[in-house]
């Protein structure tokens, strides 16, 4: 009788572990794996989620057209909401897109072929750094999203270039930065542009937009630029419009969606727009490139898709985001009046997207601070976390904020800022429980600081 001897595994004959994952940082959502483990040490915890730009859990409703134009695709006889859509996205829908954007941009000439459909602007945000050449940068804001800042960096597999915004000029990226960033980088090939801007609740003016586009011109580069939030902007401001600014200028690629301002992020919805596509050889193949990447995807989500038009074309729309503005700007200045009141902040209004990032003034934070927290074991686990070596004074903050009030908002370090300071959401509807949050805020923020003194 044959016999084997027995085979015993001894490890893999090749890593498939890549080191490059190290760029990957989302402290929006890694935050929410530190309150599970507050919460499996303490089941009476209880978290206030001002970490994730998320309208329906802070009480917003869903627009009853929305919920009528979803029950009609759903019954259409036809049943095509149920299938696949066109690999790019449904035809019919893309050349909304060029019809929707002349509504801003006149002079726009965009083309549907080059409108683009993906389950999300995170799956766009993907495929545009994934088909870069390798060595060909794109220059990224600071504070920056993290997923444009960490796909950009992964791909390129190399640190990611900034430039600053300035928190002293309502949050406006510094232009001057920006061009000594391009000069001391002869890699960078592209700009992003964030506005309204996530994390700060910035607008910028078109005076910025148009000095953005001139440096563009002057060097030869392209811009990305993401406005998932155009249609949120109030206290008096206006959205500057890039594609009219950059029409038959540079190569421009604007990034939207429909998510936030609808609200329905559950349903994934957003597109690319290649603009200008005629400038330079180079531009046009890298997005024919982009449409390559996409098809593997099969394609985008269908229902959103169909109901799009549908939605910002409906008589109750304009109604709609004009409520939804006067809400958020209401929300956003008591917020930034409240915590104005601490000295140890320094806090800008938010005047668009439903986003504010106080930051701490120069000095205020040290690693001996702390905030009481009742359960022993929770207590162990942060300290054990926080006493990590290099562990940012900001995030040590927020861990302490989390444990001790269940207030969970995001450290400045996670969008990569070079100022200490937070992220939080200006979304509450409730406002009995937003003012019992940021008076917390405000409360703990002292306690906090001026605990190292005691």
């Known amino acids: 009788m044959d016999t084997q001897k027995p085979i015993h595994f001894d490890g893999m004959r090749k890593s498939i572990n890549q080191g490059a994952v190290r760029f990957m940082q989302y ?20 978290i206030i989620p001002e ?20 029950k009609d695709v759903i019954n259409d006889e036809s049943n095509k ?46 495929a545009l750094y994934h088909m870069f050449e390798k060595g060909a940068r794109v220059l990224q804001p600071t504070p920056a999203y993290p997923t444009h800042v960490s796909l950009e960096a992964y791909c390129q597999q190399a640190e990611g270039i900034r430039y600053n915004l300035d928190p002293d000029n309502d949050w406006q990226p510094d232009v001057e930065d920006m061009e000594a960033q391009i ?8 700009l992003l542009v964030i506005n309204p801007n996530n994390p700060t609740g910035a607008v910028y003016s078109a005076e910025t937009i148009e000095k953005i586009v001139q440096l563009a011109e002057k060097y030869g580069l392209m811009i990305i630029a993401d406005e998932v939030y155009f249609r949120m ?6 959205h500057a419009h890039i594609t009219e600014i950059a029409h038959n200028r540079v190569p421009l690629i604007v990034m939207r969606g429909m998510s936030k301002d609808v609200p329905w992020p559950g349903g994934r919805c957003g597109w690319l727009e290649f603009h200008n596509t005629h400038l330079d050889p180079s531009y046009k193949a890298y997005c ?34 004009s409520n939804y503005n006067s809400e958020l700007e209401t929300n956003g200045n008591f917020i930034a009046e409240t915590l104005s009141a601490v000295p140890y902040l320094k806090v800008n209004r938010t005047n668009g997207a439903f986003y504010m990032m106080p930051l701490f003034k120069d000095g205020v ?4 601070q702390t905030l009481p927290i009742e359960n022993d074991e929770v207590r162990k686990y942060i300290e ?14 927020c861990y302490f904020v989390l444990a001790s009030t269940g207030i969970c908002v995001v450290p400045a370090s996670g969008f990569f800022s070079l100022c200490p300071g937070f992220r939080l959401t200006t979304l509450d509807r409730d406002p009995v429980r937003a003012k019992q949050t940021y008076e917390t805020l405000v409360r703990v923020v002292k306690e906090y600081v001026e605990s190292s003194a005691s």
């Open 233 to 238: 902007v109030y206290n008096g401001h206006e």
């Open 51 to 70: 970490n994730i730009g998320d309208p329906i859990p802070k009480g917003w409703p869903v627009p009853p057209f929305l919920k009528d134009l979803l």
């Open 365 to 368: 934070l040290n690693n001996s």
């Open 27 to 46: 402290g929006i959502r890694e935050i929410v794996d530190t309150a599970q483990q507050i919460r499996e040490r303490d089941p009476n915890w209880s």
């Open 183 to 190: 000069l001391a980088h002869p890699d960078v090939t592209g």
């Open 288 to 321: 024919e490139s982009v449409k390559k990447r996409i098809l593997m995807e099969v394609c985008s989500v269908t229902m959103p898709q169909m109901v799009a038009p549908k939605v910002y074309d409906h008589p109750d729309y304009e109604a709609w985001i």
């Open 81 to 126: 909401v149920f299938g696949y859509s066109h690999s790019r996205g449904l035809p019919e829908t893309r050349k909304w897109v060029t019809q929707y954007a002349k509504r801003f941009s006149p002079s726009s000439e965009l083309d549907y072929e080059y409108v683009l459909f993906t389950s999300g602007l995170g799956a766009a945000i993907s």
């Open 384 to 397: 054990s976390e926080v006493s990590a070596e290099g562990f940012p004074l900001d995030k040590r903050f």
